[in-house]
C-alpha cells in the first residue's frame, strides 16, 4: 500500500511563493511518474504538472507554466511543487498523484492510482 502525505500549503498574498512537498511511503517510488492536481471550489479536479520516474521530464498547466517548479528527490521519496509569483485563482486544494496507468493523457485524473489527502493552499488579493 502506498501512502502520499502532502504539506506545505497555507494563506498567502498575491505575489508570494509556497513550496509544497508530497511524501510518499514504499520503496518504488522512484519507478513512477508523480504529479500535482488541484481542486477549487465548485470546479473540477486540474493537472498542474508532472515529473518522470527520473525527474529528467516535466509538463505544466498552461496557467503555472513560468510560475511553478516540480521537482523529485527519490532518494527522499518525495516530489515538490515551487509555487512563485501566486495569483487569487491558484487557491484550491493541492493534491498529489502516482501515475500507475499509461493508457490516456496524463491530465486524467484515471491516470492515477494513488493520491494524498490535499493540502489547502489559499491566495488573497
Known amino acids: 500500500q502506498v501512502q502520499l502525505v502532502e504539506s506545505g500549503g497555507g494563506l498567502v498574498q498575491a505575489g508570494a511563493s509556497l513550496r509544497l512537498s508530497c511524501a510518499a511511503s514504499g520503496r518504488t517510488f522512484s519507478s513512477y511518474a508523480m504529479a500535482w492536481f488541484r481542486q477549487a471550489p465548485g470546479k473540477e479536479r486540474e493537472f498542474v504538472a508532472i515529473?518522470?520516474?527520473?525527474?529528467?521530464?516535466?509538463v505544466y498547466a498552461d496557467s503555472v507554466k513560468g510560475r511553478f517548479t516540480i521537482s523529485r528527490d527519490n532518494a527522499k521519496n518525495t516530489v515538490y511543487l515551487q509555487m512563485n509569483r501566486l495569483k487569487p485563482e491558484d487557491t484550491a486544494v493541492y493534491y498529489c498523484?502516482?501515475?500507475?496507468?499509461?493508457?490516456?493523457?496524463?491530465?486524467?485524473?484515471?491516470?492515477?492510482?494513488?493520491w494524498g489527502q490535499g493540502t489547502q493552499v489559499t491566495v488573497s488579493s
Open positions: 515529473i518522470s520516474a527520473s525527474g529528467g521530464n516535466t
Open positions: 498523484a502516482r501515475r500507475g496507468r499509461y493508457t490516456r493523457a496524463y491530465s486524467r485524473t484515471d491516470e492515477y492510482d494513488y
